[in-house]
């Protein structure tokens, strides 16, 4: 009986990489909250068409690139490709941006079907800052 493999483009972390994973996320989580950015944890599943919406049906990463399925509802939903649009979602839905101009982070899994290669996987780890309400590169 073959063994069973993971999926092209999709790594585990093991034990022996675990700490320096840990360091990197402490390290993130730091920065981040020391300029009173405030964390957020999204779905890694959203419903397809809101990254429709937020970045384009035509564009490669909805066409090409999202990991798209239909649920036993009858719904097409996709692993998140993105943090943008589920932050933005999130917002909306939690009435988040009552708040002047809030600042959010969020670190996580996304998922692309890209074909692997050094550097570029189909399963990776994004860390991002979102902030809604302000205008001009400033804030940057």
């Not at 068409?49 to 384009?56: D, K, N, P, Q, S």
Request: glycine letters at 8%; aromatic letters at 10%.
């Amino acid at each position: 009986m073959p063994k069973i493999k993971s999926i092209r483009g999709m790594n585990d972390v093991t034990p022996l990489d675990i700490s320096v994973w840990q360091s990197t996320e402490k390290s993130v989580r730091s920065i981040f909250t020391s300029y009173g950015y405030q964390e957020i944890r999204l779905p890694l599943v959203e419903r397809t068409e809101l990254f429709a919406r937020g970045v384009g049906k035509s564009t490669d990463i909805v066409s090409k690139e999202m990991y798209t399925f239909e649920d036993k509802g009858g719904e097409t939903i996709s692993l998140r490709p993105e943090g943008t649009a589920s932050c933005v979602r999130a917002c909306l839905e939690n009435d988040l941006l009552r708040v002047d101009s809030p600042r959010l982070w969020y670190m996580g899994p996304m998922f692309r079907y890209e074909r692997p290669q050094k550097g570029r996987s189909r399963q990776f780890h994004q860390a991002s800052l979102e902030v809604y309400g302000n205008e001009g590169p400033h804030i940057d």
